[in-house]
């Protein structure tokens, strides 16, 4: 169980034994031993530093990439999504956003000040601090394409300004400095018509509706596309749309979601990707690389 020192000067709440299936969009995860919701990046400053040291740390935003094993998580979970919420234009065309902001809210927020270039950020339902770990994008945007910085702090609690240049970035993937994590990121944008940065938001909502099983708990993609296909086509070609271990099934919508129908574990759902995975490799010939991250002990 988590110790720490100095828990009167916090600000934010602790809670201990707390079900991680309430924080992921699947809605499946045992408990962590702790998380804190910091009440802004003093506070979690604050309580990083009375960390004792070795002490595991995890981050969740909208546990929208993410499945926690039913054992759950050992260690503490910082999560920052109705925490680390400012938002703010640092000039004419830069924004500053909070690790904890839903990405949705950051494109919308940008087109409402006439700027262009985080539209394709409005159907990602995680949060900016989930979009820079996963350099998560849609529709040809990716979220590294428009970071100028972002603002990290370490298990110390100690805060750095970092650029592009520490990291390395790929598709669905951002290695950079180890133990330590995203608080803000400063977005350069460039100036656009307002009323075409809403008419793109919803042109791509539309075709998320249609396209996605928005209606059933999901974490989104389970594998990266590899090069020069989709995952979904070669699912698909398997026969597995439909297929289900327990409550956890392979959408009818989209071949690479993995649905919960209601009472789903995260047993069902890691057994139905490892069926996926081997399945597709079998009659393709193809090993699919995960996109979601699965954490916590089984
Ligand atoms: C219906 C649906 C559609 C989706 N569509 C897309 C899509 O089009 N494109 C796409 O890229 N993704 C998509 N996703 C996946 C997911 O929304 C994105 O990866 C999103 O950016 C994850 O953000 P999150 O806040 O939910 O992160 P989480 O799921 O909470 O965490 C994901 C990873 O990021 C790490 N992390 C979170 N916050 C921080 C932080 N502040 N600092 C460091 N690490 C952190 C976590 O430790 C974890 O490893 C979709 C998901 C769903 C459910």
Redesign the pocket.
Known sequence: MTIVADTARLRGRLLEYEPMAKYT?WRVGGPADCVFIPADIEDLALFLHSLPAGQPI?????????LVRDGGIRGTVIA??GALTGLRMTSETEVRAE?GVA?AKVARFTVAHGLTGAQFLC?????I??????N???FGGETWDIVDNVETIDQHGQLRMRGPADYSIGY?RVGGPAGE??VAAHLRLRKGDVADGKARIRSLLARRGQT?P?QMP????IFKNPPGDYAARLIEACGLKGVCEGDACVSDVHANFIVNRGKATAVDIERLIERVREQVKRTHGVTLELEV?IVGEP
């Open positions: 969009s995890y981050w969740i935003g909208l546990g929208s990439n993410l920052t999504s690790a990405s159907g990602i339902p995680g949060t601090g989930g979009a820079l770990a996963m998560a994008g849609a669905r994590w995203f996605q928005v999901n974490a989104g993609s991250c």
